[in-house]
Every structure is written in C-alpha cells, then in structure tokens.
C-alpha cells in the first residue's frame, strides 16, 4: 500500500469513527488545523502536579511526608484502575486474571519498600513537630484505600471479628458498613460514638462507600475468582498470584507501615503514644488482631491460625 492509499484509508476509518457518533469529520479534521502539539508538560499536567505540595509548617521534612502520601495515593488509583479490568470483564479468563493481579501486587510491592522513604528520610525531630499540625487528621482517612478493600473480597472478610459470627453476606449494606474493621479505630461500641476522625471521614465519603460495596457485591476479586470454572479455580498460577496479593496486602505492607509509625511514634521517645487521629493504632494495623484476609478459602487451617503471627509483634 502506498502513502496516498494508506492515508485514504485513515481518512475513510476517521470518516466512519464521527459517523457513528454522528459528528461531522470535515468540522473535527478543521479542528486539528488550530490544535496545538502536545508537549510532554501538558500531557503530564507537570505544573499543575508539582504544585498541589502545600506545607503547613517550616519544617522541610515535611514535604517528604506530604509527597509521599501523594505518591501513594496516585499508587491507589493505579491499583483501583486493574481491579476494575478484572471486575467488568467478562468471561475473564485466567492468563487476564493472573496478570492484572500481578500488576496490583507489583504496585503493592513497590509500596512495601517505599516506606524505607518515610522510615528513613525524615528527621524524628521534625516529624514529632510537624504531625501535631496534621491533628486530627489520619492515614486512615484514606478513601482509595477503603474503596481498593471494597473491590478485592467479600464485606464479611471486613468485619470486625468480634462481631463477624453475627454477619453473612445477606447482611444489609448499612449494617455491615457500621460493624467494618476499620470503625474501631475510631467509634466507642460501648457508647455508639463516633471520634472526630470517623465523623468527618464518614460525613466526606459514606455514600462512595455505600455505592463501592454494592457495586463490587458480585464482581469483587474474590467473586470473579469463585465464578470461574472449577478448572481453573485450581489454576497454581491463579492461586499463587491470590495469595501472594493477599498476604501483600494484608501482611507485609500493614507491617511496614506500623513498623515505621512505631519508630516514630514510640521508640523515639518523643510522642505520646497516640496517632494524630487519636486511635488505637497498633491494633487496628496489625494483621494479627483484626484478621483481615481478603480470600480465606485459599489459605490452610493452620495459615488462617498463625495468620500475622510470624511477623514482629
């Protein structure tokens, strides 16, 4: 095909494309006459990124701390984005399936070792000054992170375990919502009350919350996995790529984050002991007290029994 063929061609493929939308081609080829190239800065939207970095102190650690958690967050929309490929494919097979949980895992993975970057790249001085301005807020307030839980299992595997035998997967979403792992970092179940923490959490993103749970209700990772023919369901490299994501998620990176908060927190010497939200963190962090396994049936009696147990306590 020679270069005036194959541009007709195009031309004929652009002319079917607007045609289908019922758009006329002239107008959106005039269009590109006025367009300007793209550069590199405009596509990345480089200035507008490289200025959402706000201090509210002078300390320049600071802006370690600030960064980083964007970096992660940008991180959590990456992951949110693969298991959305997972949740509306249909009839997923296994080499997809495997493949994009080998991307999130990744993503994970470089999230585990990034926290060298928060454990070591900032001065125990300045973080024990500047987290008080952070007051009340919290890395618990991190809704991509909920919304990522909310898309891999079923709710049931995010209940507080001391209420779990009183839940099933007919519970109402509501319900559920208020009984999650989570809402005991910030709510007395005593008194029914709700810190300042849970309160505007709840108050910014219940309704997201609520929707993402019935949403992912039937196409969480865990339900596509357990629609697959039972062939498959027995696929070792599916398996592994589950476990290992779960384990990830659940285990090693839940352990870097409080090993990290810990030096800072404790060992310092420097703090009171209490995160800036005001919960009990160390409890609701480590695996080994809230039991948060995103696929149960995949794991052993004997995994399930010493499941975060192995890790530093």
Do not use: C
Request: charged letters at 25%; glycine letters at 4%.
């Amino acid at each position: 095909m020679n270069t005036t063929d194959h541009s007709e061609e195009i031309l004929k493929e652009i002319d079917l494309k607007y045609q289908a939308i019922k758009q006329k081609t002239d107008v959106q080829l005039e269009g590109l006459l006025w367009a300007k190239p793209i550069t590199y800065w405009d596509y990345i939207q480089t200035d507008a990124l490289l200025n959402l970095q706000i201090q509210r102190t002078t300390l320049p650690d600071e802006m370690v701390f600030i960064m980083y958690h964007q970096v992660n967050e940008l991180i959590f929309k990456m992951i949110l984005w693969e298991i959305d490929q997972i949740a509306e494919k249909e009839n997923i097979e296994v080499a997809f399936f495997s493949e994009r949980l080998s991307r999130i895992t990744r993503y994970f993975d470089m999230l585990t070792n990034s926290f060298s970057i928060m454990e070591n790249g900032m001065e125990v001085d300045q973080y024990m000054k500047f987290r008080n301005t952070l007051t009340p807020a919290s890395g618990f307030q991190s809704a991509q992170y909920r919304m990522i839980e909310f898309a891999s299992t079923d709710v049931i595997n995010l209940t507080d375990r001391r209420y779990k035998a009183n839940f099933d997967e007919n519970t109402d979403i509501e319900t559920s919502f208020e009984h999650l792992y989570w809402q005991a970092a910030g709510k007395d179940y005593h008194t029914g009350e709700k810190s300042y923490l849970l309160q505007e959490f709840e108050n910014k993103y219940k309704v997201s919350f609520l929707r993402q749970m019935s949403t992912f209700k039937t196409k969480n990772i865990w339900q596509k996995f357990s629609q697959l023919p039972e062939k498959d369901q027995q696929n070792p490299e599916l398996i592994s790529a589950m476990r290992h994501y779960d384990k990830t998620v659940n285990i090693t990176w839940v352990m870097q984050h409080l090993n990290t908060a810990r030096k800072y927190i404790l060992e310092s010497g420097k703090g009171n002991g209490e995160a800036t939200g005001g919960s009990d963190w160390q409890k609701y962090m480590h695996p080994k007290y809230q039991r948060r396994i995103f696929f149960p049936k995949l794991w052993t009696e004997e995994e399930l029994s010493n499941w975060g147990n192995e890790t530093d306590v």
